[in-house]
């Protein structure tokens, strides 16, 4: 059975959804999205991704379809039509399709709405116990990375080297200082505290990033919202990841140097464990 998705208020397959080839989307990246995750059934941090979809609307001067405050229905109705209960979810929202092809905004635009159930990635299962490998890559991007555009070039790019090089992920790195992944958020213990850059223009203020600092709040655990340089990541207690798709990934190698002592670190493994009680988990 194919999957069915949403798009422009229709509900349809996969295979039979199309758009203009004039879509913003595809000839100028004219577009933002957002990924959440269903954990049997029901959307996790739904509020936080809407209103980040919303920041990065206004961030884009997208105006957005007048199908977003049905979203949350939206994404109801394809859980049950597909009958999906682990799942992510795909957003997007284009300036549509526009004649002729010109930079600036059209007069009308007609904006475009996805919704689209995606599989959830699988990681190997000894991830979350063993750790991945990273590597760093020049952090070229632009100085709005707080706006989650789908102008990903950069980090395909990044991504893409990172596998070649036997990675799992690539950090990026400006002027010296880590400042995220290429679709994770990077935090490190560093002296005994969890530092993790700033929420600024720097990086993508990650949902999963903002769960797991009010977790290790309530743990107890002394964090620092602080830019941290590469040289203090080389010499880390500890490192890990976080996305909406990875959870709390921990690190044990970066440019193949171990991070402590090569093994998950105690203040991460408590933050995977914490992270999974607050889902619930899918497995
Ligand atoms: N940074 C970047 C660049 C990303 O693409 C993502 C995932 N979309 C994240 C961080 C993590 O964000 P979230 O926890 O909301 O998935």
Redesign the pocket.
């Given at each position: 059975m194919s999957t069915v998705i949403y798009l422009n208020g229709e509900y349809l397959p996969l295979e039979k959804a199309t758009v203009s080839v004039e879509e913003r989307g595809f000839l100028f990246a004219d577009g933002i999205y957002e990924?959440l995750r269903l954990y049997r059934g029901h959307p996790f941090q739904l509020e936080a991704?809407l209103q980040?979809l919303r920041r990065s609307a206004q961030g884009a001067r997208l105006p957005l379809p007048q199908a977003v405050p049905d979203l949350p229905a939206i994404i109801e109705r394809l859980a049950a039509e597909n009958d999906l209960h682990d799942t992510s979810i795909y957003i997007e929202c284009t300036r549509g399709a526009a004649h002729p092809r010109t930079h600036a905004f059209p007069a009308e635009p007609h904006p475009t709405l996805l919704v689209m159930p995606q599989s959830i990635y699988t990681l190997p299962a000894d991830a979350f116990t063993r750790g991945v490998s990273t590597v760093t890559v020049p952090d070229l991007r632009w100085r709005r990375?707080d706006i989650?555009s789908i102008m990903?070039l950069p980090?395909i790019l990044a991504k893409q080297q990172a596998r070649e090089q036997g990675a799992f992920e690539a950090i990026f790195v400006r002027d010296g200082v880590v400042t995220?992944?290429?679709?994770?958020?990077t935090f490190a213990v560093i002296d005994g505290t969890l530092a993790t850059h700033p929420a600024d223009q720097g990086?993508?203020?990650?949902?999963?990033?903002q769960v797991v600092l009010a977790l290790a709040a309530e743990l107890g655990i002394a964090i620092g919202e602080q830019t941290f340089t590469l040289e203090q990541m080389y010499n880390a207690q500890e490192a890990f990841l976080?996305?909406?798709?990875a959870e709390v990934l921990p690190i044990t190698q970066i440019d193949g140097r171990p991070i402590g002592n090569g093994r998950p670190g105690p203040v991460t493994m408590r933050l995977v464990e914490a992270f999974r009680q607050k889902t619930g988990g899918w497995r």
């Amino acid at each position: 059975m194919s999957t069915v998705i949403y798009l422009n208020g229709e509900y349809l397959p996969l295979e039979k959804a199309t758009v203009s080839v004039e879509e913003r989307g595809f000839l100028f990246a004219d577009g933002i999205y957002e990924v959440l995750r269903l954990y049997r059934g029901h959307p996790f941090q739904l509020e936080a991704h809407l209103q980040r979809l919303r920041r990065s609307a206004q961030g884009a001067r997208l105006p957005l379809p007048q199908a977003v405050p049905d979203l949350p229905a939206i994404i109801e109705r394809l859980a049950a039509e597909n009958d999906l209960h682990d799942t992510s979810i795909y957003i997007e929202c284009t300036r549509g399709a526009a004649h002729p092809r010109t930079h600036a905004f059209p007069a009308e635009p007609h904006p475009t709405l996805l919704v689209m159930p995606q599989s959830i990635y699988t990681l190997p299962a000894d991830a979350f116990t063993r750790g991945v490998s990273t590597v760093t890559v020049p952090d070229l991007r632009w100085r709005r990375c707080d706006i989650k555009s789908i102008m990903l070039l950069p980090n395909i790019l990044a991504k893409q080297q990172a596998r070649e090089q036997g990675a799992f992920e690539a950090i990026f790195v400006r002027d010296g200082v880590v400042t995220e992944g290429s679709s994770m958020n990077t935090f490190a213990v560093i002296d005994g505290t969890l530092a993790t850059h700033p929420a600024d223009q720097g990086i993508l203020a990650g949902i999963t990033r903002q769960v797991v600092l009010a977790l290790a709040a309530e743990l107890g655990i002394a964090i620092g919202e602080q830019t941290f340089t590469l040289e203090q990541m080389y010499n880390a207690q500890e490192a890990f990841l976080t996305s909406t798709s990875a959870e709390v990934l921990p690190i044990t190698q970066i440019d193949g140097r171990p991070i402590g002592n090569g093994r998950p670190g105690p203040v991460t493994m408590r933050l995977v464990e914490a992270f999974r009680q607050k889902t619930g988990g899918w497995r």
